[in-house]
């Protein structure tokens, strides 16, 4: 099995900075282009991942569990979850 792996240190503010841009991918659009779903960009998201893992299955299945979550969200909570994330991703500076 093929794994990707990383052997890096994540300080508190690159973490933060990383849980920001995922607030900001998952946020759905408030005005999207006909036939685009509002949470567009987080489904592209997933399907970059789709790309990076071609050789694992098992993480296959969970994104693909992943973007049905998407989807059946409402977007009013999808905006919450997005708020919440950016929130708390400032208390991860000083760690």
């Known amino acids: 099995m093929n794994l990707l792996t ?15 841009d995922t607030a900001r991918i998952l946020r759905p659009a408030n005005v999207t282009e006909m036939g685009l ?5 987080a489904i592209l998201m997933l399907s970059d991942l789709w790309e990076v893992f071609e050789n694992s299955e098992h993480i296959r299945l969970k994104l693909v569990f ?3 979550q998407l989807i059946a969200t409402p977007v009013g909570m999808m905006r919450t979850v997005s708020d919440e994330l950016m929130r708390r991703s400032y208390d991860c500076v000083g760690t």
């Open 6 to 20: 990383f052997d890096v240190k994540v300080t508190g503010p690159t973490f933060s900075l990383l849980i920001q």
């Open 37 to 41: 779903h509002p949470s567009h960009n």
């Open 66 to 68: 992943y973007g049905g």
